[in-house]
């Protein structure tokens, strides 16, 4: 199973960016996927996530200005990002998740960093 993210970059406060990951290895429709963020001496933190079934949340740092969505066609799931803030910087990475009888079914990708200048 792999997830490959990608979209990082560096921007000014108040641009914006578009994060994507893709899946491979899996049938990618029954995952709920998410992305998570982890600041330099900070914890990893949820940013958003979207279920199998399209239900969304995210994380009240971003709501309004991040959207998470995705294309079961492409086994990508996205993260557009606008009116970025500095403390939006933070390497982001995507995450899959499947929950079974036995328990959960967890994958992680490599992390894209993202970068915000005041």
């Known amino acids: 199973v792999q997830l490959q993210a990608s979209g990082g970059g560096s921007v000014q406060a108040g641009g914006s960016l578009r994060l994507s990951c893709t899946a491979s290895g899996v049938i990618f429709s029954i995952y709920n996927m998410g992305w998570y963020r982890e600041a330099p001496g900070k914890q990893r933190e949820l940013v958003a996530r979207?279920?199998?079934?399209?239900?969304?949340n995210y994380a009240d740092s971003v709501k309004g200005r991040f959207t998470i969505s995705r294309d079961n066609a492409k086994n990508t799931v996205y993260l557009q990002m606008i009116s970025l803030k500095p403390e939006d910087t933070a390497v982001y990475y995507c995450?899959?998740?499947?929950?079974?009888?036995?328990?959960?079914?967890?994958?992680w990708g490599q992390g894209t960093l993202v970068t915000v200048s005041s």
């Open positions: 995450h899959a998740v499947r929950y079974v009888d036995s328990g959960s079914l967890v994958f």
């Open positions: 979207i279920s199998y079934s399209d239900s969304t």
